[in-house]
């Protein structure tokens, strides 16, 4: 199987490699865009702030290249971000892929102990379609972020901190978590194999 991690001026992209390879995967991480063209199944990961990364995937044109893959591709963290319609995070025109928006978490006058960013473990509910199964409702996954994709109709798993948000999206062969499965344990390989098996 060939699997294309996409490397561009994101952080975290080398811990989904290590992931994969814990699951016996050996991916390649690459920005060319022929060889990510042609691989079975496409990774676009990332921690990052979305304005700057946007411009990076325009000058490179990996914005338009992912916007027209046909295999299983699979976003986690900003690569969910950057697929939806626009983020609030530097007022940011995105792909376009999910119609969802990026919004900023903000506390409410009684926080009732929430901090931003939401970081560490929260459990995912309301699961539907392919990369989940109906033992993985109510597990814990791992989150980083302060900025949010809201509930729509390509939302396929909610998360709540101080609101209900989207912690995955699907839309055709698009896959998207704001979670990060590669680091969350059994529940996160999980997952990826079963984006591995579509």
């Not at 814990?140 to 980083?144: E, G, L, S």
């Given at each position: 199987m060939n699997i294309a991690i996409i490397k561009y001026n994101a952080g975290n992209i080398m811990s989904?490699?290590?992931a994969l390879q814990r699951l016996g995967i050996h991916a390649i991480v690459t920005g060319d865009i022929d060889r990510i063209r042609s691989a079975d199944k496409v990774i676009f990961p990332g921690v990052g702030e979305a304005s700057t990364t946007m411009q990076y995937l325009k000058a490179h044109k990996l914005?338009?290249?992912i916007r027209d893959l046909k295999q299983p591709v699979l976003g986690i963290c900003l690569g969910l971000q950057l697929m939806c319609r626009h983020s609030e995070e530097g007022n940011t025109a995105c792909m376009g892929i999910f119609n969802?928006?990026?919004r900023k978490f903000t506390l409410?006058?009684?926080s009732a102990g929430f901090k931003i960013p939401h970081m560490g473990w929260?459990?995912?509910s309301n699961l539907k379609g392919s990369l989940f199964m109906p033992g993985l409702e109510g597990r814990?996954?791992?989150?980083?972020h302060s900025y949010y994709a809201t509930t729509g109709e390509h939302t396929v798993a909610e998360c709540n901190h101080i609101v209900s948000f989207s912690a995955a999206l699907r839309h055709d062969n698009f896959y998207a978590t704001q979670f990060?499965?590669?680091k969350s344990g059994r529940?996160?390989?999980?997952i990826l194999e079963n984006f591995l098996k579509l």
């Open positions: 989904v490699d290590y914005d338009a290249l969802e928006e990026i409410p006058d009684r929260n459990t995912i814990y996954v791992y989150f980083v990060h499965p590669e529940t996160g390989a999980l």
